[in-house]
């Protein structure tokens, strides 16, 4: 399956936040590799490693052309932490993982499947909903 990057964060200590579509976050750990694969180690410049990015679709995080992480390494590698907004994500990311479209999810809500304030929740002009939720009413996630 394939865990889409939302966003990074460098840390002290040459760490990365790494928030996935999924509504999980993990920790890096990015100075082993320094030793392990030369071309890390230009990242001990601090203000070299706080350049980091999300990559484009959420592939991996990169620094510039010649340094990137894959998103697969950071997921299999990378260490669970507990946030408070473990468990919920976009009705964006939501319908690309499970394959629906968000009318589908607006529809339940109007019918009641989905419980505004429970299960689901609209900050602003954004939908949120919780994975807990979606794997009740959908299933596993299709990707």
Request: charged letters at 25%; a negative charge; proline letters at 4%.
């Amino acid at each position: 399956m394939f865990h889409k990057i939302k966003t990074v964060s460098p840390l002290p200590d040459y760490r990365l936040s790494v928030q996935f579509s999924e509504g999980c976050t993990k920790l890096y750990d990015v100075a082993p590799l320094f030793e392990k694969i030369p071309v890390f180690a230009q990242l001990k410049e601090q203000n070299m490693f706080s350049e980091v990015q999300t990559d484009v679709g959420g592939y991996g995080v990169v620094w510039n052309d010649d340094i990137d992480l894959s998103c697969d390494e950071l997921w299999e590698n990378g260490v669970a932490v507990e946030t408070p907004f473990d468990g919920l994500m976009a009705f964006s990311d939501a319908t690309e993982l499970w394959g629906l479209h968000e009318s589908t999810l607006r529809k339940a809500i109007a019918y009641g499947k989905l419980v505004n304030g429970i299960d689901v929740c609209k900050f602003g002009k954004q939908w949120i909903i919780s994975t807990k939720a979606m794997q009740r009413e959908y299933g596993v996630p299709q990707k």
